[in-house]
């Protein structure tokens, strides 16, 4: 069975940093991509980043150049270091596993999802 289990959401200020993690139970991690989405109350899902098996990430417009992908195939996990924070970051932060290698930026593209973590930035 595969399972996904993230961690890391806090309540951080404006300007802060967090990083979340997420591990991969049951699945050939190295071989599949990667992302995480993010949901706020009342809105659509919004695609944050994503990671291909080799290691190459791709973003969304709103975090590019603040949030950064990484993948650590020895131990299944994925993490997303978030920084310099902004109140409309708040959401919980979902990461996902694609049936594919390559990064993907729809939802839809992914198989596997996690129980999702709270990401809580005050202004």
């Known amino acids: 069975q595969v399972q996904l289990v993230e961690s890391g959401g806090a309540m951080v200020q404006a300007g802060g940093s967090l990083r979340l993690s997420c591990t991969v139970y049951g699945r050939t991690f190295p071989n599949y991509a990667m992302g995480w989405f993010r949901q706020a109350p009342g809105k659509e899902r919004e695609f944050v980043a994503t990671?291909?098996?080799?290691?190459?990430?791709l973003y969304g417009s709103s975090v590019k150049g603040r949030f950064t992908m990484s993948r650590d195939n020895a131990n299944s996990m994925v993490s997303l270091h978030m920084s310099t924070l902004k109140p409309e970051d708040s959401a919980i932060y979902f990461c996902?596993?694609?049936?594919?290698?390559?990064?993907?930026?729809?939802?839809?593209?992914?198989?596997?999802w996690g129980q999702g973590t709270q990401v809580t930035v005050s202004s």
């Open positions: 996902a596993l694609s049936n594919y290698p390559t990064t993907q930026t729809t939802g839809e593209m992914y198989a596997y």
């Open positions: 990671i291909d098996n080799s290691g190459f990430a």
